[in-house]
């Protein structure tokens, strides 16, 4: 197949890229820079040059491919649209990557939430999380009412090494870089807030399975395992050589240097099941958070 990617040059969008290559696929890889592009192309990747507000260049390039997996943006309302309505009646595959932050709460730190979330939760989004569920169904009701086999895989905490330009993800590497000036794995408040995890390769498989088999409209969780923030602490610190040592960071410090995303990728609670994803024939089996973050996997 020929598959449009956005966020090509990304951790999560890199890594499929490279396993849809593997897999013998062609890929359209979006990508912003001159620099960007011949980066991509050096591995396999046609580059289109343009930005998720490119609608016409999105648009082009989804009409040229069998498929679309969006990895750029889980919030662009806009590049969904546009990739939405080229799609429209066509059939193809369009794979819409959100994330698990949909499901948080505000603890702070300092709770663990006992609420676990599977795909069929009814769930009521913290404000801030609101205009990224209504992309989720958005994409869901494309996939009943627009001739879109549209689909919505939900990635939580990833971790492990990608295979792209861009090997690091989100939230383990920002912990870790703050951790690093303060000699000490850090936590905000208690650190008792739970967070799902997904390994990367797992969570790369996924995105190929679901490519391949998963009915329009359908939404997938993913995740592999679960960790309160202090034992995503404590791994940091035994990777960083503190042997275990940690500390707490105050919460506003952490608002203040990082904003919302602090308080709702750090702080919260995200806790998810897979379900749809296992059902589908999804089989993870990398290491563990613990294993990849002290051993660099
Ligand atoms: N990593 C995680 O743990 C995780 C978990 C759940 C959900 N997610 C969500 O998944 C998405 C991708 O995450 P990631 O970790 O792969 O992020 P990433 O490494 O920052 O990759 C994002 C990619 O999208 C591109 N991009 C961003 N904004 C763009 C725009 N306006 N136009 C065109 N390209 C754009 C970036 O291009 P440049 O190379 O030019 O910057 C980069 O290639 C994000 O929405 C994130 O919130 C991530």
């Not at 969008?13 to 990508?31: C, F, I, M, P, W």
């Not at 016409?56 to 498929?67: E, K, M, S």
């Not at 069929?120 to 999380?129: A, I, Q, S, W």
């Not at 999804?282 to 051993?295: D, F, K, Y």
Request: aromatic content about 6%.
């Amino acid at each position: 197949m020929k598959l449009l990617v956005t966020g090509a040059s990304g951790y999560i969008g890199g890594s499929v890229t490279q396993k849809l290559r593997d897999a013998g696929h062609e890929v359209l890889g979006l990508v912003r820079s001159e620099e960007k592009a011949r980066q991509v192309e050096d591995r396999g990747i046609e580059p289109i040059i343009g930005t998720l507000d490119d609608s016409a260049i999105l648009a082009d390039a989804a009409r040229r491919a069998d498929g679309v997996i969006n990895t750029a943006s889980s919030d662009h309302r806009g590049a969904v649209e546009a990739l939405v309505t080229a799609l429209e009646r066509s059939g193809k595959p369009l794979i819409h990557t959100s994330g698990s932050s949909i499901v948080c709460d505000d603890a702070l730190g300092d709770s663990e939430n006992p609420a676990i979330y599977n795909e069929d939760t009814y769930l009521e989004p913290v404000p801030m999380r609101q205009a990224r569920v209504a992309i989720d169904r958005y994409v869901r009701e494309a996939g009943i009412s627009k001739g879109i086999r549209a689909v919505v895989i939900c990635p939580t905490m990833v971790y492990g090494t990608g295979r792209g330009l861009q090997s690091d993800s989100d939230q383990v590497p920002k912990l870790t870089l703050r951790s690093k000036e303060r000699g000490a794995g850090l936590y905000i408040g208690k650190g008792i807030n739970r967070w799902s995890n997904v390994y990367i390769d797992d969570l790369v498989d996924l995105y190929l399975l679901v490519l391949e088999k998963a009915p329009a409209a359908s939404f997938f969780f993913a995740e592999n395992g679960e960790a309160s923030l202090r034992e995503v602490a404590e791994s940091v610190s035994r990777f960083l050589g503190y042997g275990g040592r940690m500390e707490t960071w105050d919460a506003k410090d952490a608002i203040a240097q990082y904003g919302d995303w602090a308080r709702f990728a750090l702080a919260s609670n995200s806790r998810v099941r897979a379900g749809n994803a296992r059902r589908l024939g999804w089989s993870p089996h990398g290491p563990t958070l613990a294993e990849a973050v002290e051993r660099q996997l």
